[in-house]
């Protein structure tokens, strides 16, 4: 079975520009979670969704961050417009239900020059 | 709110040793989860060991163990008889009510052969 996949691995942008991270939960898993990791520091909690609707998006930094999981499938997040601050290791992380081990992906390292 | 530290940014192990990894939170909640991530170089995180509050009984996982003390809010690691394939970042995580995870900073861990 497939794991949760992320794409792109590496992303490699200058301030001001826009980009998208993609995640591909476990197949069968209503619930997705995103995090993001800055330099050195801890993993942080961005939002949550079942399904298609968001259940909690307390963790997103600022409104230059926006997150879709259309058909409640596979997810976006969007970053427009990048900041330095952005920089980081985004992860994804999917599970059957909110009550359930939650897996993750590889995470995308962003570098935002 | 949650907050999970882990105080040793790095550690080192003798193959074949044992080595334990140090995880406190800080939370108001009598029921929750904790859980122990490996993420090896370059590669996703997984989950290594998931603990119930409710459990008195400490989780192990073939090598893996943990020693929970709820009173003193305290979740170690142990890892005995330590493989070159354990070197990786490790994340001690709480879940709680919400769900959502909090992340403690990791713990780089080598192992020397």
């Known amino acids: 079975e497939a794991g949760v996949t992320q794409f792109p691995s590496h992303s490699v942008i200058e301030k001001g520009q826009t980009v998208t991270l993609r995640c591909d939960p476990i197949?069968?898993?209503?619930?997705l979670y995103w995090y993001r990791r800055v330099m050195g520091k801890e993993i942080k909690f961005l939002l949550h969704?079942?399904?298609?609707?968001?259940?909690?998006e307390s963790g997103m930094p600022n409104n230059r961050f926006l997150a879709e999981r259309t058909g409640g499938t596979y997810s976006t997040l969007k970053v427009q417009p990048a900041e330095l601050e952005d920089s980081g290791v985004y992860f994804c992380?999917?599970?059957?239900?909110?009550?359930?081990?939650?897996?993750f992906g590889p995470g995308t390292r962003l570098l935002v020059l | 709110a949650q907050t999970v530290t882990q105080s040793q940014p790095e550690m080192s192990v003798q193959e074949a040793e044992t080595v334990t990894l140090s995880c406190t939170y800080d939370t108001s909640e009598s029921d929750y989860y904790l859980f122990w991530y490996k993420q090896p170089p370059s590669r996703q995180m997984i989950l290594v060991i998931r603990?119930?509050?409710?459990?008195?009984q400490n989780a192990t996982e073939n090598r893996f163990s943990v020693n929970f003390q709820k009173a003193a809010k305290s979740f170690s690691l142990k890892i005995s008889d330590s493989q070159l394939g354990d070197a990786a970042m490790y994340f001690c995580?709480?879940?709680?009510?919400?769900?959502?995870?909090?992340f403690g900073a990791g713990t780089r861990l080598t192992v020397k052969p």
């Open positions: 969704f079942v399904k298609e609707s968001k259940q909690d």
């Open positions: 197949s069968g898993h209503d619930n």
């Open positions: 995580a709480y879940r709680g009510f919400n769900n959502d995870m909090r």
């Open positions: 603990q119930e509050a409710y459990k008195q």
């Open positions: 992380a999917s599970s059957q239900d909110s009550r359930t081990t939650q897996y």
